[in-house]
């Protein structure tokens, strides 16, 4: 009886096919490795484009018969998957809650509409009138930067109830950039960012929000009284209509599609914001360049085309703009300059910083995007 066994032959053979295996799907893994750290770019998500540029991409990948659709990625996952998700809470708001009590009974009403105000108390009385044109359906924040607050609360009632936040010698901007987060605000519908030297005998806050609501504005602010001064042609108030979206200007400044300063265009005094523009202009706000000049002429980029559609001056519900200093005494006396004059040229600097910034950030980003996607360049130009 012959004993079954394996010939040293047939061994040896099988092992070097094993290792010959072994080897091919180890090299196959390196060159994986090597590819994707080759090609970044193919790892362009949804969350590093512009909103305009993905919808280019969208017609372009739709159109394209050879084009694959994409598919986004959720990083902001990245921060919470330590987390069950039963208790991420990832929103908030700045409805006040009680400090004892079912928390489910705290709030008899939630507000839709937020209004803030950059204020000193010299303007106490003025920030009250605005205030009282604001309906319950209305959350007040108030930034105050001369660090006075205590005694609002002595003088109006509806500062009880009104959010206070100060810090000395601040702007708007400043604070919005640090208060404001898209995710602390996602509760309202429509947020204001207004200065204190605005008249508000013509104004309506409701009704303000009816018209912009109908009109599909985005981005909005009230018309200017004409008689009492402004400092573009789009923002003065037209009599007799609702709201008005484009304006005559020097002709060098005109372009097609209409662009700022004659359309899709709104002041920085006095701006209105719908919760997603508002998420987008919040990360346009640059950190260091806290007088907002400049910002004005790119709110543009936070509205989907046409933007000049989207935004636009509601002259039914008008305002005065008073044109009172009020940061300039917040400024300091140096190198020969008053106060006021150095606060100014420290706006001028900024405007002249930030059109620079976007512009040469516009020119680097989609150059990347050519070279990455040569195939796909049309679209950008």
Known sequence: MGILSRSPTSTRRSEDNGMKLLATA???????????????????????????????????????????????????????ERLPPGIIASESDFYLRRLWGNPEEDLK???????????GYKQRYNIDACVKKFSDNFTIVLFHYDGRTSEWNDEFEWSKNAIHISVLKQTKWWYAKRF?????????????????????????????IHLVKKH????????????????????KRREHIEVHKETDEKLDWCSDPPRPPCAAFVEIMAPVFSRDAWRCVWHLIQNDLVHGWGLDFALRRCVEEPAHEKIGIVDSQWIVHQFI??????????????????????CHLEWKLFSSRVENAEKDYFKTLQVQSPSNSTIFQ
Request: glycine share 8%.
């Open 325 to 346: 200093p009020s940061l300039g005494s917040q400024g300091k006396e140096e190198k020969g300059k008053s106060p006021w004059q150095g606060v100014r040229d420290r």
């Open 216 to 235: 599909g504005l985005e981005i909005s602010q009230p018309g200017l009284d004409p008689e009492r001064g402004f400092t573009w042609q789009i923002t």
């Open 180 to 208: 404001l987060h898209p995710d602390i605000v996602a509760r309202y519908d429509y947020i204001f960012i207004w200065d204190e030297d605005l008249g508000v005998d013509h104004f309506d806050a409701e009704e303000y």
């Open 109 to 119: 009403k939630k507000p839709r509409y937020l209004a803030t105000f950059t204020v």
């Open 26 to 80: 180890l090299f196959a893994i390196a060159f994986g490795i090597l590819l994707g750290l080759s090609f970044p770019s193919l790892w362009i998500t949804k969350a590093s484009l512009p909103e305009n540029v993905l919808h280019s991409i969208a017609i372009s990948h739709r159109d394209s018969d050879t084009a694959t659709p994409t598919q986004d990625i959720d990083i902001s996952k990245a921060c919470t």
